[in-house]
């Protein structure tokens, strides 16, 4: 938050990933319950909003939300890893010109992603984190990558632990 000076951050808990099976994926309920406990509520706000807004792609959510809160200027968060994947989403591009991006480095992904399609498309339009928001970004929004250490929490990890931990099992890392 720090680093690209953000009042907020809203962790927005999505009622399904269109490029993700469904099978496996714990219900919207206990995912929205987890990202509370990281949340304090006040600064760092756990939502489910994309569900109440009745959305399933980003670019609708996020032309929803930047509708709803004009005043506002928003930065979508993620990590390298779907940076990489940005190519496949609906309205990738649109999504990239409207919305300031901030990417969080990932192991094993990160030097892909500045090596990808979309840090490739998006080259001419890459900032500083702190100037993501700052400066003015017609015709395009800007994007960074936030100098992190590189964070390996996943869903998928979560829920291999989780479900060991029901199973009684041990995997390797």
Known sequence: MRA??????????SPGNPLKPVQGMAPLADRLASARRIADGRRI??????????????ADTLALLRRRFRRARFAFV??????VQLPRWKHWRTIAREVALAVLPRPGWTKRALAGRAAHVLSHHRRAPGAVLTE???PHAAWCLV???EHAASATAIRRAQADAITGERRGP
Do not use: H, Q, Y
Request: net charge negative.
């Open 4 to 13: 690209l000076r953000l009042d907020e951050m809203w962790l927005l808990v």
């Open 136 to 138: 003015s970004f017609a």
């Open 78 to 83: 993620i990590g390298a890893d779907n940076l």
């Open 147 to 149: 100098p992190a250490r």
């Open 45 to 58: 706000i756990a939502t489910d909003i994309e569900a109440r807004l009745g959305t399933r792609f980003t």
